[in-house]
């Protein structure tokens, strides 16, 4: 990739999309945009990654749009666009059948945050800030961040964080539930997120799909139809090899081993890394 976005995918599944324009806070163009977006096609398409690593390079996660840019484009089409682009992409990445981790690994602002909002799971580096910053810039947020920051901190925190764009820092932002862990002074996040997909490659990947399927189904269908689809998903699974393996494991009193019978992805599995490269 390029336009200020990298994408990784190592030999175990494991991708990576990094925003790398750190002399601009990691904002995005318009460019910058198409390419975030190419890279999730490009996931969906193959199919292949089993955990998706979204992060930024330098002191900053994500800072939003580029106001440089944008600023030369008060038209209406212009605002059209930046919605319509970011939270088609955003809204995708909870379509993906693998497990998305935010590593924040500075700075999260504006559609910064609404990224953040958009990932299954949330790590950020201890230094790590967190603004909604929005209605500083005379507007809301518009790639689809009020919803689910509702869903994730409910509307009570949501509503004093959108209204006031103040600051936060990770230690807050894990106890509203925004992010879930939180690295050690010095550790690097995409460090901590390479050793969390670690943790999520031993498990089945058939049923975190489920898994993540059904989760972000509750949060708009009715209780009897999320009871329906847990049935039809729980159902699916139980003659698995995935399943058999765990009582097969469980009554020899040994560790299962899952995603074998042509569960993983083609290729050699090589011992997965703390850094991808292209």
């Known amino acids: 990739m390029s336009n200020g976005i990298e994408f990784y995918e190592n030999d175990d599944g494991v991708a990576l999309i990094r925003v790398n324009r750190p002399a601009a806070r990691n904002a995005l163009t318009w460019a910058a945009q198409d390419a975030f977006a190419d890279a999730v096609n490009v996931i969906e398409q193959n199919r292949s990654a089993r955990v998706l690593i979204i992060t930024g390079t330098g002191p900053a996660f ?5 106001l440089k840019e944008l600023s030369r484009h008060p038209e209406r089409d212009a605002g059209e666009r930046l919605n319509r682009v970011m939270s088609e992409v955003l809204g995708r990445l909870a379509g993906l059948p693998c497990p998305v981790i935010a590593a ?10 609404e990224i953040v909002t958009a990932c299954d799971l949330r790590l ?22 009020t919803s689910r920051l509702v869903a994730l901190i409910g509307r009570s925190r949501a509503m004093e964080l959108l209204l006031t764009g103040r600051t936060i820092d990770a230690a807050e932002a894990q106890s509203m539930g925004l992010i879930h862990r939180v690295a050690a002074p010095g550790v690097d996040a995409l460090d901590e997120a390479f050793v969390w997909a670690r ?3 031993l498990l089945p990947q058939h049923a ?23 049935a039809q ?7 698995s090899a995935d399943h058999i393996e ?4 469980f009554a020899a009193k040994r560790s299962p081993v899952f995603n074998r019978d042509g569960n993983k992805p083609d290729g050699p599995q090589a011992p997965l890394s703390t850094r991808l490269t292209p």
């Open 62 to 66: 994500v800072s939003g749009g580029d």
């Open 104 to 113: 924040v690994n500075g700075d999260a602002v504006g559609g910064g945050c």
């Open 124 to 145: 950020a580096a201890h230094e790590a800030r967190f603004a909604f910053r929005q209605v500083h810039n005379g507007l809301t947020t518009g790639w689809g961040g």
């Open 208 to 230: 975190l799909a489920a898994t993540k399927m059904l989760v972000h189904a509750a949060a708009d269908r009715s209780s009897s139809d999320i009871d329906r689809l847990e």
């Open 199 to 201: 943790e999520l490659l």
């Open 246 to 249: 765990a009582m097969e494991a």
């Open 233 to 239: 998903l729980f159902i699916d699974l139980w003659p």
